[in-house]
Antibody, heavy 121, light 107 residues
Framework: QVQLVQSGAEVKKPGASVKVSCKAS????????ISWVRQAPGQGLEWMGW????????NYAQKLQGRVTMTADTSTSTVYMELRSLRSDDTAVYYC??????????????WGQGTTVTVSS | DIQMTQSPSSLSASVGDRVTITCQAS??????LNWYQQKPGKAPKVLIY???NLETGVPSRFSGSGSGTDFTFTIISLQPEDIATYYC?????????FGGGTKVEIK
């Protein structure tokens, strides 16, 4: 079955970086893009950006430009999201989610289980 | 950015009640709208895509309608397992944006 499995929880200090992985299975990786969505404690959903599984093209949310990098490894069907210069307000659950196709402008049909990132001194 | 205004932010209803949630976009998004259900501690799950299409495997008591700027999500007969927060999301333009969510509780 189609599945996205994310890496485990992380605790980081302010100013550090975090890299979260999302391994896809059960479908042809290069035919779909992956978005990253985060959710701060008790808050709503925030789209962070998107990466193409076909050619690695990316689109990032403007507020995260310069701090976020998304990459894809087609040999392992894994996408990565790195967030740098972490602040306390980056504390959130981070989700990867497959788009309906290989376009950034898409709904999302399959979601990972989420990775909790805690930023605390 | 396209703003998605969802209402109400929370509601309490009895089992068997009809529940309606609305979502208004700040500009025309055609029918490029999804509805998601999120249970506590879980990832969101898509219920409705393209505003009115039921995702495979989703019970028929869930439905969606609307186009342009005004959208409605309905649970025809609320069940105990429907306790969750529901979100709308537009995919007409980047950045993708979500409504603020509607928390549904049992009265």
């Amino acid at each position: 079955q189609v599945q996205l499995v994310q890496s485990g929880a992380e605790v980081k200090k302010p100013g550090a970086s975090v890299k979260v992985s999302c391994k896809a299975s059960g479908y042809t990786f290069t035919r779909y893009g992956i978005s990253w969505v985060r959710q701060a404690p008790g808050q709503g959903l925030e789209w962070m950006g998107w990466i193409s599984g076909y050619n690695g093209n990316t689109n990032y949310a403007q507020k995260l430009q310069g701090r976020v990098t998304m990459t894809a490894d087609t040999s392992t069907s894994t996408v990565y999201m790195e967030l740098r210069s972490l602040r306390s307000d980056d504390t959130a659950v981070y989700y990867c989610a497959r788009g309906y196709g290989d376009s950034s402008v898409n709904g999302m049909d399959v979601w990972g289980q989420g990775t909790t990132v805690t930023v605390s001194s | 950015d396209i703003q998605m205004t969802q209402s109400p932010s929370s509601l309490s209803a009895s089992v068997g009640d009809r529940v309606t949630i609305t979502c208004q976009a700040s500009q025309d998004i055609n029918n490029y709208l999804n509805w998601y259900q999120q249970k506590p501690g879980k990832a969101p799950k898509v219920l409705i895509y393209d505003a009115s299409n039921l995702e495979t495997g989703v019970p028929s008591r869930f439905s969606g309608s609307g186009s342009g700027t005004d959208f409605t999500f309905t649970i025809i007969s609320l069940q105990p397992e429907d306790i969750a927060t529901y979100y709308c999301q537009q995919y007409d333009n980047l950045p993708l944006t979500f409504g603020g969510g509607t928390k549904v509780e049992i009265k």
